[in-house]
């Protein structure tokens, strides 16, 4: 059986965006498609992503994926002219175009990608409407967390007792 060149995980997650979680309040996800081009589907078969500042734009009645930078491989790109950081169109129903736009426009949330999967053979973002945390949220993120930490390690000391 040969094995597969692609280093899978349990989940197929590409890339994840771990600084919205620490950011933002996630309100109500999305599935949406990626439009790509073919070395930018290489470049995720390689791992070359970040989605660190990525947003996502409302624009015509359309969503598009901004700040998202895709590296391109040396051996695909040289024939292409390549832009890492290009806007990419993201496939969505309209009703749940209509429901991004209403958060966007009238509550003011913003639009986040999370995360980047493959879901069989496509690319497929998972994107996020967010509330901003006030800094006092983000330190009893950071609370919680460090007591999460010391519990893990309390129950493990006692276990091994």
């Keep these: 059986m040969a094995k597969s060149k692609r280093n899978k995980t349990a989940d197929n997650t590409i890339a994840q965006n771990k600084r919205a979680r620490f950011d933002f309040q996630l309100l109500e996800s999305?599935?949406?498609?990626v439009s790509l081009a073919g070395w930018e589907v290489k470049a995720l078969r390689a791992g070359k992503v970040q989605l660190t500042d990525s947003y996502?734009?409302?624009?015509g009645g359309e969503a598009y994926?901004?700040?998202a930078s895709i590296t391109p491989l040396d051996t695909a790109s040289t024939h292409f002219v390549t832009d890492p950081t290009r806007t990419r169109k993201l496939l969505l129903h309209k009703k749940e175009l209509a429901q991004i736009?209403?958060?966007?426009?009238?509550?003011?949330?913003?639009?986040?990608?999370?995360?980047?999967?493959?879901?069989?053979?496509?690319?497929?973002?998972r994107i996020e409407l967010a509330q901003g945390k006030k800094l006092h949220d983000?330190?009893?993120?950071?609370?919680?967390?460090?007591?999460?930490?010391?519990?893990?390690?309390?129950?493990?000391d006692n276990v091994k007792q």
């Design 101 to 125: 736009n209403a958060g966007v426009t009238q509550k003011g949330l913003t639009c986040v990608c999370t995360t980047l999967y493959w879901k069989g053979h496509l690319v497929k973002a």
């Design 56 to 59: 996502v734009l409302m624009k």
């Design 138 to 156: 983000k330190r009893d993120t950071e609370k919680e967390r460090d007591w999460q930490r010391q519990k893990a390690r309390i129950v493990r």
């Design 65 to 67: 994926l901004l700040g």
């Design 30 to 33: 999305f599935e949406a498609g």
